[in-house]
């Protein structure tokens, strides 16, 4: 009998009826508990001793909290765990401390989710190996993701030390990329083609930008913006009708000579666009007069796709075009090949409006 037990009077009326509400729901009563409301009593089904609030056991609302311990130790076991003693003053409820056997972590699980084998894990075991996999896949673990979700973590990308919420399972296999340096490519690309980002497109693989030149708005896909393979829509529709030329320059600055294509209803506007540095000087080397814009535009799209993998790359040509431009620079070397191009169409021209004059 423990030591908090003290005698009771079994002749007070109050006592007797203690007694009868213990028996009633198998217990005997034993003596005074720990303060005014337990009292002592013994449960006849399992021998345990234990103390319990008497208006409890009038209710019949009352477990042996040995047997429930014996019963969670079982189950416990059952998982390769150990139960643990509850620290004295802990404010667990319906959670348990349990040690995994194999780890020996300590860890705060719910009972029920023992019994059930499920929805629970060595958390400290876990934090090991998402950092050993991020580790393995270029990434540092930071923490908690900003997102909320459970899958996310946060992480820093080793390459470029930027920070971002990655899944756990992107960051295992390696599934992911950085949407930060995705930006600043995007808007590298944009600007060497003349383009400046305004805002998001209508869906991940478009952009809005502005026109460096003219100002005009418009939504182009990604993969064009880094092929230079557009046009400003508004511009082409109101120079579609107009002349133009089809132009190829021979730009010398300093030691270095290239080939610039293009065309354009004004040459002269165009260049100035182009912000070459004030030493490159400029000569035109061949000039392909178009009665329309669209038939001048279709040629040049048609030798940018063909000689696609001669050209100079955009962005080591952005130091001479700040401005615009810096597409369709070709090397010296592509002279001979682009003037029998542009001489060739010369000759087509010539015969077909020979032809219409004819008519
Ligand atoms: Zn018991
Ligand atoms: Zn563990
Ligand atoms: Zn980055
Ligand atoms: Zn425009």
């Known amino acids: 009998m423990s030591n908090e037990t003290t005698k009771i009077d079994p002749n007070c009326s109050i006592t007797k009826r203690h007694i009868r509400e213990a028996k009633a729901v198998g217990l005997t009563l034993l003596g005074s508990g720990k303060d005014r409301k337990y009292r002592t009593y013994h449960i006849n089904k399992c021998e345990h001793i234990q103390q319990f609030q008497v208006g409890h056991v009038k209710e019949n609302n009352f477990r042996c909290s040995r047997c429930l311990d014996m019963k969670l130790s079982k189950e416990a076991k059952a ?184 065309y354009t209803n004004n040459l002269i506007y165009r260049i100035k666009r182009y912000k070459l540095p004030e030493s490159a000087s400029l000569s035109r080397v061949k000039i392909l007069k178009f009665k329309k814009g669209r038939d001048a535009h279709q040629f040049e799209s048609f030798l940018h796709i063909k000689y696609k993998a001669n050209v100079i790359d955009q962005v080591a040509m952005q130091r001479f075009h700040p401005g615009s431009g810096s597409t369709e620079c070709y090397p010296l070397d592509m002279l001979d090949t682009l003037m029998d191009e542009l001489e060739l169409k010369e000759t087509q021209l010539k015969s077909s409006s020979d032809h219409r004059i004819v008519q």
Not at 190 to 201: C, D, H, N, Q, R
Not at 226 to 252: A, H, Q, W
Not at 253 to 262: H, N, P, R, T
């Open 79 to 262: 998982q390769n765990l150990s139960l643990l003693t509850t620290p004295p003053g802990s404010k667990l409820k319906s959670q348990r401390l349990y040690r995994f056997n194999e780890c020996e972590h300590e860890q705060v699980i719910s009972p029920a989710n023992v019994r059930k084998g499920k929805d629970f894990k060595c958390n400290e075991c876990f934090e090991i190996k998402l950092n050993k996999e991020a580790k393995d896949a270029g990434l540092r673990l930071i923490g908690k993701a900003n997102n909320k979700n459970a899958n996310y973590r946060q992480y820093e990308i080793l390459k470029c030390l930027h920070r971002q919420d990655i899944t756990t399972s992107n960051a295992r296999t390696g599934g992911y990329y950085c949407s930060q340096c995705q930006v600043i490519k995007h808007a590298k690309e944009a600007s060497a083609g003349g383009l400046t980002l305004v805002e998001e497109g209508k869906d991940s693989n478009y952009r809005v930008f502005s026109f460096n030149e003219c100002g005009h708005i418009q939504e182009i896909h990604l993969s064009a913006v880094r092929d230079g393979n557009f046009v400003c829509n508004t511009c082409e529709e109101t120079s579609r009708d107009l002349p133009s030329e089809v132009y190829m320059l021979k730009i010398v600055v300093g030691s270095f000579s290239y080939l610039k294509l293009g």
